[in-house]
């Protein structure tokens, strides 16, 4: 019994590292949210797309393709991709007006430029995106 109680263990160990693996894999390329950093790319007047979401948000992983394959086709340095954690971030929440995960935002410098909430078509998302970049 003690054997099968540490084989599911480990069994359950490799499933989540798998899962934390494909995690990070999938937003390799994104910056995760610094207001200093932030603060200096609005400055600096770069574009800025920002994607707010919760690990546990449905929503937020049918966009998560969507959203990586705007980021790698519009690779730039004036471009800047952000990951905000809406379980983490409330102050980015409070100054951006933001109620809910799911929510992807695209600012030209300190300006907000297009708003995006829930949305998981992906000619819409995409349309929303790239008509501000």
Not at 11 to 36: E, F, N, R
Not at 39 to 44: L, R, V, Y
Not at 56 to 76: D, F, G, K, V, Y
Not at 110 to 118: D, G, L, N, P
Request: charged fraction near 20%.
């Amino acid at each position: 019994m003690t054997r099968l109680f540490v084989l599911i263990a480990a069994i359950g160990a490799l499933v989540v590292g798998a899962m934390q693996l494909s995690a990070q894999s999938s937003s390799a390329g994104w910056q995760t949210y610094d207001a200093a950093e932030f603060t200096m790319a609005q400055n600096k007047g770069k574009t800025i797309v920002v994607d707010i979401y919760a690990d546990w948000c449905p929503t937020c992983r049918a966009q998560a393709p969507i959203l990586e394959e705007l980021r790698q086709q519009q690779q730039s340095d004036d471009v800047l991709f952000v990951k905000v954690n809406f379980d983490e971030e409330k102050a980015f929440l409070r100054t951006h007006r933001v109620p809910r995960q799911s929510t992807v935002l695209v600012f030209n410098g300190t300006s907000e430029v297009a708003r995006s909430i829930a949305q998981t078509n992906r000619a819409r998302l995409r349309a929303v995106v790239l008509g501000a970049l």
